[in-house]
């Protein structure tokens, strides 16, 4: 299993460009990048998912360098309702499992 | 589209009791099913895999006869947590893979339901 790697935790101020590294050193091939957002007693929400290079959608930017070993989330322009934890996920290739590392506590501030 | 529900949302118990928690997708069929258990600050732990009409396949150290979960059908699956302690106290969620791609943009497509809190006293 690729094991993820991400910081506890961020703050950041509303307006702002959030970034979130995560780092997947083992990825296989064939795995992809997957990011979910979890609001406190919720289910996790997907945000967007990516293989390699640049993927955008309409709440968040995923970039991926060429070498796969790491991802960063983009949030443009955060709110306070941006506030949750951001968990980096790779998808295995030949499983449904989800395995969800520590994630990201993100604190956005007035 | 692509709905989850789980019932109860939270649930107050007995220690020795049995919980039922439900989990439905609303709006399509559902291959697969999911569950997790999330302790306070932490991350989602993987307990069980459940296809419709199969014995489910358990992580390991997740006790099999004490987490009973049946998928009886392609829309629902059980989770019973059967003499239930206070250490059994967590927020359990499920999520549910489609049968058909839903999205089209995500791989390993999973719905997440919003949670039971369960607590044991």
């Known amino acids: 299993l690729a094991k993820t790697t991400q910081p506890i935790s961020m703050d950041s101020y509303e307006g702002q460009e959030v970034n979130i590294t995560c780092s997947h050193n083992?990825?296989?091939?064939?795995?992809?990048i997957t990011w979910y957002q979890q609001f406190p007693s919720q289910g996790p929400r997907f945000i967007i998912q990516?293989?390699?290079t640049k993927v955008t959608n309409e709440v968040a930017s995923l970039f991926i360098p060429a070498d796969r070993k790491s991802s960063t989330l983009s949030l443009p322009r955060v709110s306070l309702s941006d506030t949750a934890v951001y968990y980096c996920?790779?998808?295995?290739?030949?499983?449904?499992?989800?395995?969800f590392g520590t994630g990201t506590r993100l604190q956005v501030f007035p | 589209g692509a709905v989850v529900s789980q019932h109860p949302s939270r649930v107050i118990c007995k220690s020795g009791t049995s919980v039922k928690i439900e989990c439905r997708s609303l709006d399509f069929q559902a291959t697969t099913m999911f569950w997790y258990r999330q302790f306070p600050k932490k991350s989602l732990m993987l307990m069980a895999t459940s296809n419709e009409g199969s014995k489910a396949t358990y992580e390991q150290g997740v006790e099999k006869d004490k987490f009973l979960i049946n998928h009886a059908s392609l829309t629902l699956s059980t989770l019973t947590v059967t003499s239930a302690h206070p250490e059994d106290s967590s927020f359990y969620i499920c999520s549910a893979r489609p049968r058909q791609v839903l999205s089209g943009n995500n791989y390993n497509e999973q719905f997440f339901g919003p949670g039971t809190r369960l607590t044991v006293l």
């Open positions: 083992n990825i296989a091939t064939n795995d992809y």
């Open positions: 990516g293989y390699k």
């Open positions: 996920l790779v998808a295995l290739y030949n499983t449904d499992k989800l395995i």
